[in-house]
C-alpha cells in the first residue's frame, strides 16, 4: 500500500489553494457576523436559514470593498494563484471578485472548500447567483454540494436524496433530513455516480417540477440505474 509520506503528499497537493479558500470562508463569515451583516442576516432568518444553519454551512458576506485581496496578498499568496482558483481578479489592480452577495461555500469531497455561490439579497438588478468559475479545484462535474455532510447520515438511513439547487438542499438539511446533496444544476456525471457508488445506498430523486427538472430525472435516473443503483423519485 501507500506509505505514510506519500499519502500525505496527495493530500497536499493544493494546499496553498485549500488554506486560502479557508481563509476567504472565515473572512466572510466575519462580515456577516458584523453590523454590515445584519441586512443580510435579516435575509437569511426571513428564509428560515436560521444561526445554526448559518454556522454549519459556513455562510458569509462579501461587502463593497477589496479587504480580502488584501487580507490575502499580505498573507503572501501567490497573486496568480489567487485569480486563477476564482478568489480575486486582476485589472489595473487586484480586486475582490465577490461583491454585496451572501457567500455559499462549496467542499469537495474531502470537505475542502473549493468555491462559492454567491446570491444578491439587497438589490434586483444583478444576476441573482454567481459562482466561482470552474477552475482546477473546482469541477462541477466532480462535486456535489454538500456530499461531505450527507454522507454519514446517508450510509444510516440507506439512502441519499439528490436536488438541483443548493438552496434546496440547505433547506431539506435545514428540516432535519441530512442526507442530501445537490448537483448544483449540472447533469449528473460518471464522477458524481461513482461518488454515489462508493456509499452502496439507494438514491431518491428530487430535482425541479420544471420541464429542465423532469428531464433531468429522467437523465439522472437512467445514468443511475444503468449502475445498478436502485433509484425512487420524490
Given at each position: 500500500g501507500m506509505s505514510l509520506s506519500q499519502s500525505v503528499n496527495v493530500v497536499k497537493k493544493y494546499d496553498k489553494e485549500?488554506?486560502?479558500?479557508?481563509?476567504?470562508?472565515?473572512?466572510?463569515?466575519?462580515?456577516l457576523k458584523s453590523e454590515l451583516g445584519l441586512k443580510a442576516r435579516e435575509y437569511l432568518i426571513n428564509r428560515n436559514i436560521n444561526e445554526d444553519i448559518i454556522k454549519e454551512f459556513d455562510i458569509g458576506l462579501s461587502l463593497n470593498d477589496n479587504n480580502l485581496s488584501k487580507l490575502l496578498i499580505s498573507k503572501e499568496f501567490d497573486e496568480n494563484m489567487l485569480v486563477n482558483i476564482g478568489l480575486l481578479n486582476k485589472g489595473q489592480t487586484l480586486y475582490d471578485l465577490f461583491r454585496n452577495?451572501?457567500?455559499?461555500?462549496?467542499?469537495?469531497?474531502?470537505?475542502?472548500?473549493?468555491g462559492f455561490s454567491a446570491r444578491i439579497y439587497n438589490n434586483e438588478v444583478d444576476s441573482k447567483y454567481i459562482n466561482t468559475k470552474e477552475t482546477y479545484i473546482?469541477?462541477?462535474?466532480?462535486?456535489?454540494?454538500?456530499?461531505?455532510?450527507?454522507?454519514?447520515?446517508?450510509k444510516k438511513q440507506k439512502y441519499i436524496i439528490l436536488c438541483e439547487g443548493q438552496m434546496d438542499a440547505i433547506r431539506i438539511y435545514a428540516s432535519g433530513i441530512?442526507?442530501?446533496?445537490?448537483?448544483?444544476?449540472?447533469?449528473?456525471?460518471?464522477?458524481?455516480?461513482?461518488?454515489?457508488?462508493?456509499?452502496?445506498?439507494?438514491?431518491?430523486?428530487?430535482?425541479?417540477?420544471?420541464?429542465?427538472?423532469?428531464?433531468?430525472?429522467?437523465?439522472?435516473?437512467?445514468?443511475?440505474?444503468?449502475n445498478n443503483i436502485d433509484v425512487k423519485v420524490i
Open positions: 485549500y488554506k486560502a479558500y479557508d481563509l476567504a470562508v472565515k473572512f466572510y463569515k466575519n462580515n452577495r451572501i457567500m455559499f461555500p462549496i467542499h469537495n469531497s474531502n470537505g475542502e472548500a473549493v473546482f469541477k462541477k462535474g466532480e462535486i456535489l454540494f454538500n456530499y461531505h455532510r450527507a454522507i454519514l447520515e446517508a441530512k442526507n442530501v446533496c445537490a448537483t448544483m444544476g449540472t447533469a449528473l456525471t460518471n464522477y458524481h455516480v461513482n461518488l454515489i457508488k462508493k456509499l452502496n445506498i439507494k438514491v431518491i430523486l428530487n430535482m425541479d417540477s420544471d420541464a429542465a427538472g423532469i428531464k433531468a430525472t429522467l437523465q439522472n435516473g437512467e445514468l443511475l440505474s444503468k
